[in-house]
């Protein structure tokens, strides 16, 4: 089971840390992803991380403000992010992708087995 949360409403240039509990979906099996869906549109892939935590890709668009990150003891992928902008609001989801390769970052929905049920992150201007 994946369960995320720390979304919230933040003023632009905030920050907020979302949180993921992997239970169930730990270790380095496991690549994790961050992804978004804002009203009307397609779920996007904001952040990857490999199962060894030494991997990681970005959307282009969160680059320098979105840092992703895992703790295997503690069961839990991280999503810091930074210098929030209002075209940040979005439904927030976590997602696991079983891998045999420890170093590997998955960026598409459809890699995706596992999904969490989301957090809302809003960010007015």
């Known amino acids: 089971q994946l369960q995320a949360s720390g979304g919230g409403l933040v003023e632009a240039g905030g920050s907020l840390r979302l949180s993921c509990a992997t239970s169930g979906r730990t270790g380095n099996r496991y690549a994790m992803g961050w992804f978004r869906q804002a009203p009307g549109k397609e779920r996007q892939f904001v952040a990857g991380?490999?199962?060894?935590?030494?991997?990681?890709d970005y959307l282009e668009s969160v680059k320098g403000r979105f840092t992703i990150s895992r703790d295997n003891g503690k069961n839990t992928v991280y999503l810091q992010m930074n210098s929030l902008k209002p075209e940040d609001t979005a439904v927030y989801y976590c997602a696991a992708a079983q891998s045999a390769y420890s170093n590997v970052v998955f960026t598409t929905t459809p890699s995706h087995t596992y999904w969490g049920q989301g957090t809302q992150v809003t960010v007015s201007s």
């Open positions: 991380i490999s199962g060894s935590g030494i991997r990681t």
